[in-house]
């Protein structure tokens, strides 16, 4: 089993900067990636950003020059930096951790973006 803990949402201006956290334990050994999905109230979870086993970086084409997501080696942390935040930016954001055989999700974290 692996728990994933968010934090560092809140309220932010359009144009500001927020960065989240995610802090993993237990069961580290087994996780090859590990991604944020965002979700509004009415809308699937949507895919936002993801680090592979490989260190490879991935994101969602509207957060591209945006965001920066970044882990430690031991995967125990995942990040995501956000720039420029957007009011369109504003959903909870949940940390994913994945292995071969479970997923694994944190408890969500708002992030909230004025005009």
């Known amino acids: 089993q692996v728990q994933l803990v968010e934090s560092g949402g809140g309220l932010v201006q359009a144009g500001g900067s927020l960065r989240l956290s995610c802090a993993a334990s237990?069961?580290?050994?087994?996780?090859?990636?590990m991604s944020w999905y965002r979700q509004t109230p009415g809308k699937q979870r949507e895919w936002v950003a993801n680090i592979g086993s490989n260190g490879a970086l991935m994101y969602q084409d509207s957060v591209k020059g945006r965001f920066t997501i970044s882990g430690t080696h031991s995967k125990n942390s995942v990040y995501l930096q956000m720039d420029s935040l957007k009011p369109e930016d504003t959903a909870v954001y949940y940390c994913y951790a994945g292995s071969w055989e479970n997923a694994y999700w944190g408890q969500g974290t708002q992030v909230t973006v004025s005009s």
């Open positions: 237990g069961n580290i050994g087994s996780i090859n990636n």
